[in-house]
T-cell receptor, first 113, second 115 residues
Framework: DQQVKQNSPSLSVQEGRISILNCDYT??????FLWYKKYPAEGPTFLIS?????DKNEDGRFTVFLNKSAKHLSLHIVPSQPGDSAVYFC????????????FGEGTQLTVNP | NAGVMQNPRHLVRRRGQEARLRCSPM?????VYWYRQLPEEGLKFMVY????????ESGMPKERFSAEFPKEGPSILRIQQVVRGDSAAYFC?????????????FGQGTRLTVV
C-alpha cells in the first residue's frame, strides 16, 4: 500500500528553467509534508516543508504547493541549476507522529547546462 | 555541531552473520528514527526510539531485527542471521523533539551488503 507516490521516476530540464516535481498521497491523516534532496551515497537533506493549514510555502528558489482536496503536492524549483541534480523525495506524516515519515519512491532530477 | 553520525558507512556480511549499525544523533537530539532504503525504492520507516525506550517499532520486521538507544552511547540497529534481502542502505535520523513541524536530520547511511 503506497501511501505516498511520486509517479515520475525521472525529470530532465534545462538550466534556468522551472523544475516541477509532483507527489500524491492517499492517507487523509497526513498533516505535514516535506521534500528531501538526496545525492548518491549521502543521506537525505531537508529542503522545504508545508503544513496542511497552508497551500503554499516558499524558500528562495524552492516553492511547495499543497492541494488538500486533490491530495497532491508539488515542488517548484526556479531557476533550476545543475547543482540541483539529485533524487527528490516527497514525505508525509500525521501531526502526532513526529518524524515517522512516509516517503515516496523519489524522482531523479537532472538539470542540463 | 556535528551532524548525525552513522558507522560503519559500508558493511559486508556473509549470510547468517550478525550486522550492527550505529547511529549517534545530533547534539541535543533525543529522538532517533531508523529507515531502510531497498534498491530502487524510497525510504521506509522502521523504528522510533527515545533514550532507553522504543516508541514505535511498527516498521521493523518481526524477526531478526532489533534496535536500542541506551542512556549512554549511540543507537544500535541489530540484524541477526542476515539474508541477501537485508542488503540495503540503512539511514538514521534524529530530531530534538517529537514535533511534526520539525524536520529530522539524516545521517549518511550504512550500506549493508550480504554476500
Amino acid at each position: 500500500d503506497q501511501q505516498v507516490k511520486q509517479n515520475s521516476p525521472s525529470l530532465s530540464v534545462q538550466e534556468g528553467r522551472i523544475s516541477i516535481l509532483n507527489c500524491d498521497y492517499t492517507n487523509s491523516m497526513f498533516d505535514y509534508f516535506l521534500w528531501y534532496k538526496k545525492y548518491p551515497a549521502e543521506g537525505p537533506t531537508f529542503l522545504i516543508s508545508i503544513s496542511s493549514i497552508k497551500d503554499k510555502n516558499e524558500d528562495g528558489r524552492f516553492t511547495v504547493f499543497l492541494n488538500k482536496s486533490a491530495k497532491h503536492l508539488s515542488l517548484h524549483i526556479v531557476p533550476s541549476q545543475p547543482g540541483d541534480s539529485a533524487v527528490y523525495f516527497c514525505a508525509a506524516t500525521p501531526l502526532t507522529s513526529g518524524s515517522r515519515l512516509t516517503f515516496g519512491e523519489g524522482t531523479q532530477l537532472t538539470v542540463n547546462p | 555541531n556535528a551532524g548525525v553520525m552513522q558507522n560503519p558507512r559500508h558493511l559486508v556480511r556473509r549470510r547468517g552473520q550478525e550486522a550492527r549499525l550505529r547511529c549517534s544523533p545530533m547534539k541535543g537530539h533525543s529522538h532517533v528514527y531508523w529507515y531502510r532504503q531497498l534498491p530502487e525504492e524510497g525510504l521506509k520507516f522502521m523504528v522510533y526510539l527515545q533514550k532507553e525506550n522504543i516508541i514505535d517499532e511498527s516498521g521493523m520486521p518481526k524477526e531478526r531485527f532489533s534496535a536500542e538507544f541506551p542512556k549512554e552511547g549511540p543507537s544500535i540497529l541489530r540484524i541477526q542471521q542476515v539474508v541477501r534481502g537485508d542488503s540495503a542502505a540503512y539511514f538514521c535520523a534524529s530530531s530534538p523533539v517529537q514535533a511534526s513541524d520539525t524536520e529530522a536530520f539524516f545521517g549518511q547511511g550504512t550500506r549493508l551488503t550480504v554476500v
